[in-house]
């Protein structure tokens, strides 16, 4: 197979980054200045380039001859050691840059003092280093000839054609299983009981055949829903099986609300209250443990639900479902036509309805080899529907992959053939993804975040911004089906199968803590990330500093209760991504680490922890936050943390000053009275986004306004403030690009005053538990504040301070009594006014003509809507919380544009009036443990979708088929009753 119809091979998108800085200027400049051997660069790319040409031969050839292997390891290490080589180097020239600017004397001067002596002795080392990586590098080229290593063509990235955005493919079909579906469904449902109880059934079957899937379709039918399960829940339990971690993760899934308990016994307890009495569905997504005794601690709690609760398991073995005592379904391949259906639903482009014949006679042998698994099926489609030629479906169709030996049976042709066709760039990303365990749920921004720190993304001429070439290349590998969209939006995932295969490909490289095998971390690692909420320390992992060239310390759950960072930290000379940083109690072991952290080339984001324990602001400084290129930055003072000297304080928050690449900032516990110039002075040119929590020693909030590209800000727990004023804002013309801004829980704040000239962009306003505040107050200008009564001017929430607000929400304002507006107000589209009881009267002139959805808590307000709304109105959705009443809505309170109304929390509703529902066409009742029946006459015909959710006694009402309120619902297609 031709070399140049690949994707490119994983290591040429490592030595892509050595190239860009070999070609850079500035690396050719800082040999010449110190007279160095500049043949020793040239050298270095004429090597890089030899071992590049032979890197997509090895790739493949790595499976069939062990020999190719160890080779392409050693060169990798090799390559490594260049790129560390090459990282040090580029990170002093950065430095030196800062150094510079940081200082008044002229650029020129000072990096000529810089190369003449603070390189002195760095330039032997660098020398020296140099010579050894070439030696390696010349010896290892050398051996291609008895290795039978090609060299092929590369015409980089471009290779494989990108594919469109627009294809992505919605699964909600599944082909070929309506059978299987139809016995899961009869089984769920059936009143047969279980001696066993609960009953379980095990759907069991090879990786990649669907069961994941299949079981999604089961949890998500109607049928299930008209079954009157109290409970349900979904629990991705994964390879690594835990007793404690599973039952927690269990509960967590039925109250969804976290559990941090580290005892089994209440966990247990806990778990028995919520399912004593309650019918139940619990799936168990992807179950690998076989051993009973560890099952059996995880059932005892799920034993107290009622009769008729279920546990639906997926599985790869049936020695789990024997050691379950469950009862088996087991899973075959698709049939010939089903594969073909899955196969053809990928393959096809935008816009084609079916294949030519040429490419179905080759499409239909290459569904062949996939054995019927729907996971190889659907990613060779998505692999296929990049390439148009035939020429490229045959070199697929007859790749050598295919037969992969059988020592890497765990591993699926098909899915190998489409990393193998990926652009080089994707590959390297993708292939990072194996420091995360399977299950795990990725956040599409925080992983791009973790891409550009380890300088993944590439663009030419740094035309377009790293995060912007992040959210092609996730798009890219989510169209090519690498990664697949969960039930929440927000979130992604990765099939447990391609997991294994990101981990097979680097597995020299990247290493888990807690699921790799062994204690002792090997020597070539370059990643490592750690998972457990139970890990505490690094005791007996003291070989993870043997991991010299180590990039990333990773830990990928934020529950973490890790307290300490490992002995000789500092060691870790090549980390290039730090995601938690936590300063030891131990002065001297903190110092010494803090001298440590400074001395990495950090990149993306780092969090801080524990900055109280910084006992000298001198140390913060040695931590060299300034010249690290981060573009996320947390930093943690403990909540309890009393100060002895709140200068003390701002000095180190001094010292911890970033770089103005930084784009987001938060800053949680802070005890200082005040904050640094660097906050707010516009040093963070770039800053985007910041968050002050809880800094509850402050008396005064920074002039934040003279931020001119800050677009989101969050204040929270400023206990100190009572007014905010002209220091808020800095100049007349502040808040140039803000569009979010939230106060949340001030407790002693009384006074707001507004600028006319402040927040010409300010979207969404949020103000949360502020029991003090009395308003707003107008500041026309430095000289004028206009004022009449002053308990009147005080009480009033003035919207036109906000021109372009879509958004604002007012929760727990005790004194506010108004919200007004002088003009009409065009863009205001949701308000929110909720726990707000002296607010019973909308602005004057009415509601703003395009306002679409209202959230109210209060009886007089709801009881104007009518009166304030134009009759031209855009309002469409209400949410009506916490009233005190006993019946509801009247006839003619609502407006006649309304079509959702959602009616939570009210605890004495018990009755509903039928005409004032007429206009509807969703309704959700929620928490409203009083309310007896529906409506005498039922429901209006318009209403197309219902949800009653925690109503106990209408619940009773509303079942399938002998409820008394059945009928009245029953016509109704999306109908959600819990």
Request: aromatic fraction near 10%; include cysteine; charge should be negative.
């Amino acid at each position: 197979m031709a070399a140049e119809v690949v994707g490119g091979a994983l290591l040429s998108a490592f030595l892509q980054v050595a190239f860009d800085r070999l070609a850079s200027p500035q690396f050719l400049d800082f040999f010449r200045r110190r007279k160095l051997d500049e043949k020793l660069l040239a050298n270095l790319n004429i090597k890089l380039h030899s071992i590049n040409a032979l890197a997509d031969d090895a790739e493949l050839k790595q499976f069939t001859d062990p020999h190719v292997k160890a080779w392409l390891l050693a060169v990798k290490e090799a390559v490594f050691d260049a790129e560390d080589l090459l990282g040090e180097i580029d990170y002093e020239l950065t430095r030196c840059q800062v150094q510079a600017q940081s200082q008044p004397q002229t650029f020129t001067y000072k990096v000529s003092n810089f190369f003449n002596s603070t390189f002195t002795s760095f330039n032997k080392k660098i020398e020296s280093e140099m010579k050894e990586v070439l030696e390696k590098l010349e010896y290892l080229a050398n051996q291609k000839g008895d290795l039978g290593l090609k060299e092929g063509t590369y015409f980089g990235d471009g290779s494989g054609s990108k594919v469109p955005s627009s294809s992505l493919v919605v699964e909600s079909v599944i082909y070929g299983r309506d059978a299987d579906k139809n016995i899961i469904i009869n089984w769920l449902t059936s009143e047969i009981e279980n001696p066993n109880h609960p009953s379980i059934l095990s759907i069991v079957g090879m990786g990649g055949l669907g069961k994941t899937t299949l079981a999604q379709h089961v949890y998500n039918d109607p049928k299930i829903k008209d079954a009157k399960f109290d409970i349900k829940a979904w629990v991705c339990v994964s390879d690594h099986f835990h007793v404690l971690t599973v039952t927690r993760t269990i509960l967590e899934a039925i109250t969804d609300k976290t559990n941090d308990s580290g005892n089994l016994e209440m966990v247990h307890k806990k778990l028995k209250e919520k399912l004593s009495g309650k019918k139940f569905l619990l799936v168990l997504d992807d179950v690998w443990n076989e051993r009973p005794a560890e099952w059996e601690a995880v059932r005892t709690p799920l034993s107290y639900g009622t009769p008729g609760s279920r546990i639906l398991v997926t599985t790869r073995g049936e020695k789990v479902a024997s050691s379950m005592r469950s009862e088996v379904h087991l899973l075959k391949q698709l049939a010939e036509d089903e594969c073909w259906k899955v196969f053809e639903n990928h393959a096809l482009k935008d816009g084609d309805l079916e294949l030519n014949d040429e490419l179905m006679k080759v499409g239909r042998r290459i569904v062949e080899k996939c054995k019927g698994l729907p996971l190889a099926l659907k990613t060779i489609g998505c692999l296929l529907r990049t390439k148009s030629s035939i020429s490229d479906w045959k070199n697929i169709l007859e790749s050598n992959i295919w037969e992969l030996p059988k020592e890497h049976s765990e591993i699926i042709p098909a899915l190998f053939l489409s990393y193998r066709y990926l652009p080089s760039h994707l590959k390297r990303c993708f292939a990072y993804c194996a420091l995360f365990p399977k299950g795990y749920w990725f956040v599409k921004a925080e992983l791009i975040l973790m891409w550009m720190a380890q300088n993944f993304l590439q663009s030419p001429q740094q035309i377009r911004h790293p995060e912007e070439v992040g959210e092609e290349y996730f798009n890219d590998l989510l169209s090519r089906s690498f990664f697949q969209q969960s039930n929440l939006v927000e979130f992604f995932v990765m099939h447990d199968l391609l997991n294994d295969l990101a981990k097979y490909i680097c597995a020299d490289f990247c290493f888990r803590l807690k699921f790799d095998k062994g204690r002792c971390i090997p020597k070539t690692t370059r990643h490592f990330s750690l998972e457990f909420s139970d890990v505490k320390s690094f005791d007996g992992f003291g070989s993870l500093t043997d991991a010299k060239g180590l990039r990333s310390f990773l830990p990928i759950k934020q529950g973490t209760k890790v307290r300490k960072m490992p002995m000789h930290f500092g060691e870790l000379k090549n980390l290039q991504e730090l995601d938690k940083f936590i300063v030891d109690r131990n002065s001297e072991v903190s110092t010494k680490q803090l001298g440590g952290l400074g001395g990495l080339n950090l990149h993306g984001r780092l969090s801080i922890n524990d900055v109280q324990n910084i006992l000298n602001p001198l140390d913060a400084l040695e931590a060299n936050v300034k010249d690290k290129h981060l573009v996320k930055l947390e930093l943690d003072w403990k909540s309890d943390h009393i100060p002895d000297d709140p200068r003390k304080e701002t000095e180190v928050l001094q010292n911890l000053q970033p770089s103005n690449h930084l784009e987001n900032l938060s800053i949680w516990n802070y005890s200082g009275t005040e904050f640094p110039s660097w906050v707010f002075d516009n040093s963070l040119s770039n800053l985007v986004f910041l968050k002050l929590e809880d800094c509850k020693y402050c008396l005064c909030l920074p002039p934040l306004g003279l931020l001119s590209s800050l677009k989101t800000l969050h204040i929270t727990g400023f206990d100190g403030i009572v007014s905010v004023g002209d220091e808020f804002y800095g100049s007349n013309s502040s808040f140039a690009s803000l569009e979010m801004l939230q106060f949340l829980n001030m407790k002693e704040w009384e006074e707001w005053e507004c600028k006319t000239t402040s927040f010409p962009r300010l979207r969404q306003l949020l103000v949360f538990k502020c029991p003090k505040l009395k308003g707003t107050k107008v500041v026309v200008s430095d000289e004028l504040r206009i004022s009449g009564n002053s308990m009147d001017s005080l009480s009033i929430f003035r919207l036109d301070f906000f021109p372009k607000l879509h958004e604002l929400t007012l929760i727990k304002c005790q004194n506010l009594r108004r919200i007004s507006q002088e003009y009409a107000h065009n863009h205001l589209m949701s308000l929110c006014i909720e726990y707000c009881p002296q607010v019973e009267l909308f602005p004057d002139g009415g509601l703003p003509l395009n306002i679409k959805r209202m959230c109210l808590s209060c009886l007089k307000l709801i009881a104007s809507l009518r009166d304030n709304l134009d009759p031209n109105t855009s309002l469409q959705t209400l949410n009506i919380e916490h009233l005190e009443v006993e019946c509801f809505p009247d006839e003619v309170l609502l407006p006649r544009s309304l079509t959702f109304l959602r009616i939570q929390y009210c605890r004495n509703l018990k009755k509903m009036h039928y005409k004032g529902l007429y206009h509807l066409s969703s309704l959700i009742i929620r928490d409203c443990p009083s309310l007896e029946c529906l409506p005498a006459e039922g429901l209006p015909k318009s209403i197309s979708s219902l949800s009653i959710i925690g109503c106990p006694l209408l619940k009773e009402r509303c079942q399938s088929p002998d409820g008394e309120d059945w009928e009245k619902i029953a016509h109704i297609q999306d109908l959600y009753v819990r």
